[in-house]
């Protein structure tokens, strides 16, 4: 008995095991077989017989406990293996037509669907007939909502426990906590489920005029026969409760629709844009951390010199890129770095006093810190399911951090060679120095002159305070590279937010 898909057999521990409810029997008698799996993982298919101990021959036949997540197939020489894709058979055939649909990405037809959902009335019209598909072996559930926010929306979870059981659910969602289950599940009849090849799908009637949600106090169904509502469709995991429950976990994915629609009819629903509201967000922190944050810190940290005598509306040029309000909408670790420069900037003292030293370290690292989180929470935000942006914004991303980090890179070796030069010039002058005071040390000077600083300690604070002059033909030239390399960046974020 050797499978026929090309792979090779294992010889490690397997990741399921095989249980029976009964080591003896007798003829003509059932034996239950549990087939499991020890890990995270999930079954696609399996292959089991029965045989006598040392004999090729099969006895008996098997018969699925469960139809609905199992189904048993004759792998008998010469016989035709059917599997099917959706055993419910949900479609987009007939969408507009025969049934309403609303399924993400718009146009998709079932296994190519993130998420479908298909409603009709039954021919009484007492019922809507609904049907919800989706990519995910913890759940798929459908809710209406009278806005586009997820609180006191009507919801159903299609579940599928750990042990491969699937249920319908009735819940009332109040936003972001855990939705309420209804205690008797009266809303939901005629069930049917299914789960093929990682797609999760549910069939069962809701009664349209169904009002009265028991054993929930004040919250209600949506009579579904008086108006139209957003309709919310999300994916995502299961979680197991201390008491044993099984609940839906946080969504992965979720969309909603663009319109209230009316179930009682026949539509095709389109998904909802990105709100306007955090599209304007993801542009302000965007050009926020993208554009301005990067040429503020690339211009404090390595063109102070540049223009020294130069203002630009009455504060220095290198300063002017260094405006850090827009920082306060960030997160709150973020924010109070970011909030927390200007404040340290007041007590920092002049550039030859103790306490400069303190603080060119903590401008260093809370400045770092600050930009190190804003990368993190713009990463995260590609994975916000309101903007629905596609894998190249991350790679954008990704190559703007490369390029900001390359060219401090550049820029840093370009002063540290310049620091080469600089500190031979400052040594051999304090070597020539130290010659002529040997030869005239019989003279004794009763009012001697200040000592002057160790040319060399006073260098090392100008490589940080970046006050040596630099190259100024190579920085203004790379100066005008990294802008327009930059501004490509930004542009191509915008134009995914604008587009998505």
Excluded at 187 to 200: C, F, K, P, T
Excluded at 239 to 252: K, L, N, S, W
Excluded at 424 to 443: F, G
Aim: with cysteine; proline share 6%; hydrophobic share 40%.
């Amino acid at each position: 008995m050797m499978p026929s898909h090309g792979a090779a057999q294992q010889a490690s521990s397997p990741p399921y095991e095989l249980l029976v409810d009964k080591l003896t029997y007798g003829a003509g008698e059932q034996i239950t077989v549990t087939l499991q799996s020890t890990g995270p993982d999930t079954f696609k298919g399996f292959f089991i017989q029965a045989r006598p101990v040392g004999q090729d021959q099969s006895l008996g036949t098997f018969t699925a406990l469960n139809d609905n997540t199992t189904e048993t197939v004759n792998c008998a020489p010469g016989t035709q293996v059917a599997l099917a894709e959706d055993p419910l058979g949900i479609t987009t055939g007939g969408c507009g037509v025969t049934k309403g649909c609303y399924g993400v990405p718009d146009g998709c037809s079932p296994p190519d669907c993130d998420f479908l959902s298909t409603w009709v009335t039954d021919a009484a019209g007492e019922n809507v007939i609904i049907e919800i598909t989706g990519k995910s072996d913890g759940y798929v559930a459908i809710g209406f909502s009278s806005d586009q926010l997820m609180a006191d929306d009507d919801m159903y979870e299609c579940m599928r426990h750990p042990d491969g059981n699937i249920e319908v659910f009735s819940s009332y969602s109040t936003g972001r906590t855990m939705p309420t289950r209804e205690a008797t599940n009266s809303g939901v009849s005629n069930v049917e489920v299914a789960y093929s090849n990682g797609l999760l799908s549910c069939r069962f009637h809701r009664a349209v005029r169904q009002t009265a949600r028991a054993g929930t106090g004040a919250d209600q169904y949506f009579d579904l026969g008086n108006s139209s509502y957003h309709i919310f469709l999300a994916v995502g995991p299961t979680m197991v409760q201390p008491d044993g429950t099984v609940q839906i976990a946080v969504h992965t994915s979720r969309a909603y629709s663009d319109q209230p629609v009316d179930v009682t009819s026949i539509s095709l629903v389109a998904a909802a844009f990105t709100p306007i509201l955090v599209k304007l967000h993801a542009g302000l922190m965007m050009s926020a951390w993208m554009f301005t944050v990067s040429v503020a810190a690339v211009m404090a940290r390595f063109y102070k010199p540049m223009w020294p005598n130069s203002t630009w509306c009455g504060v220095k040029i290198w300063f002017a890129g260094t405006n850090a309000e827009i920082h306060a909408i960030m997160g709150i670790v973020v924010t109070f770095l970011a909030v927390a420069q200007p404040f340290m900037s007041l007590v920092r003292g002049g550039p030859n006093e103790p306490k400069r030293r303190v603080f060119n370290w903590f401008h260093w690292a809370f400045g770092t810190g600050a930009r190190v989180g804003a990368i993190i929470v713009m990463f995260l935000g590609l994975d916000f399911p309101a903007m629905d942006l596609p894998d190249e914004a991350m790679y954008v991303l990704a190559s703007w951090v490369a390029w900001q980090a390359l060219s401090e890179v550049i820029l840093e070796q370009e002063a540290l060679l310049k620091c080469c030069c600089e500190t031979k010039t400052k040594v051999s002058d304090v070597e020539e120095v130290e010659m002529q005071t040997r030869k005239s040390a019989s003279s004794v000077d009763l009012n001697p002159e200040p000592k002057t600083p160790n040319p060399v300690n006073n260098f090392i604070v100008d490589i940080y305070e970046n006050k040596l002059q630099p190259n100024s033909g190579f920085k203004n030239a790379f100066l005008v590279i990294y802008l327009i390399v930059l501004t490509g960046f930004t542009v191509a974020m915008f134009t995914f937010i604008g587009l998505h």
